[in-house]
């Protein structure tokens, strides 16, 4: 069953009363905000996993929300497509697992403590490699295009002739296999690159 609200009250009363096996909470929306509705949602002890949908790309935001109970969150703008690969990773985790760790074979993030290791390993990662890591873990083994990377790291249009994509790749890869036989970071040629162990 899906259902759209557009007031945060009434989506507060629906989420409390209704067993979605998901919800995706818009932290801008009229009535009571997207926190707001999650911070009663778990208080009240539902653990119905949540996404939260955010126009702002700041991490104090993104940290109050994961630290209020969230399974992920997602930037605007994006692409439906990654909204629902994201929605059917929620729900599978929803079984119990951690919910603020990101794990690709033996390579580890923590969301909360912006924390990335490899076979224990801890590793030193900028602001924008955690964030191109981050989004490559979320959705192990799909090519993401240059421009989609831009535009998600970056948060607007990339010019074509730009090479931050490339040279974030490479610094990220000396920094997450150089030391390791199995390599994570792959680039697709024709296509993009993906993150996950080679078939």
Same mark, same amino acid.
């Given at each position: 069953?899906?259902?759209? =609200? !557009?007031?945060?009250? #009434?989506?507060?009363?629906?989420? &409390? +009363?209704? @067993?979605?096996?998901?919800?995706? *909470?818009?932290?801008?929306?009229?009535?009571?905000?997207?926190?707001?509705?999650?911070?009663?949602?778990?208080?009240?002890?539902?653990?119905?996993?949540?996404?939260?949908?955010?126009?702002?790309?700041?991490?104090?935001?993104? =940290? !109050?929300?994961?630290? #209020?109970?969230?399974?992920?969150? &997602? +930037?605007? @703008?994006?692409?439906?497509?990654? *909204?629902?690969?994201?929605?059917?990773?929620?729900?599978?985790?929803?079984?119990?697992?951690?919910?603020?760790?990101?794990?690709?074979?033996?390579?580890?993030?923590?969301?909360?403590?912006?924390?990335?290791?490899?076979?224990?390993?801890?590793?030193?990662?900028?602001?924008?490699?955690?964030? &191109?890591?981050?989004?490559?873990?979320?959705?192990?083994?799909?090519?993401?295009?240059?421009?989609?990377?831009?535009?998600?790291?970056?948060?607007?249009?990339?010019?074509?002739?730009?090479?931050?994509?490339?040279?974030?790749?490479?610094?990220?890869?000396?920094?997450?296999?150089?030391?390791?036989?199995?390599?994570?970071?792959?680039?697709?040629?024709?296509?993009?690159?993906?993150?996950?162990?080679?078939?």
């Amino acid at each position: 069953m899906l259902d759209a =609200v !557009e007031d945060g009250d #009434l989506a507060l009363e629906q989420a &409390l +009363t209704v @067993p979605y096996d998901a919800l995706v *909470l818009d932290i801008m929306v009229p009535g009571r905000d997207g926190l707001s509705i999650l911070r009663v949602l778990r208080e009240k002890k539902n653990a119905t996993p949540v996404i939260l949908l955010t126009a702002r790309s700041t991490l104090p935001e993104k =940290v !109050e929300g994961l630290n #209020l109970g969230a399974d992920d969150y &997602l +930037t605007k @703008p994006f692409y439906v497509e990654e *909204l629902a690969a994201r929605l059917r990773t929620v729900v599978r985790r929803h079984a119990g697992a951690p919910t603020h760790l990101l794990k690709v074979a033996d390579l580890q993030m923590d969301l909360i403590t912006r924390q990335v290791s490899r076979g224990g390993r801890a590793i030193e990662l900028s602001v924008r490699e955690f964030s &191109l890591l981050e989004h490559l873990m979320r959705s192990p083994e799909r090519v993401f295009s240059r421009v989609q990377i831009y535009e998600h790291v970056w948060g607007y249009g990339m010019d074509l002739e730009s090479n931050l994509v490339e040279v974030y790749v490479q610094r990220l890869r000396a920094k997450i296999d150089k030391e390791h036989d199995t390599k994570l970071l792959r680039t697709v040629r024709g296509a993009g690159y993906a993150l996950g162990e080679a078939r």
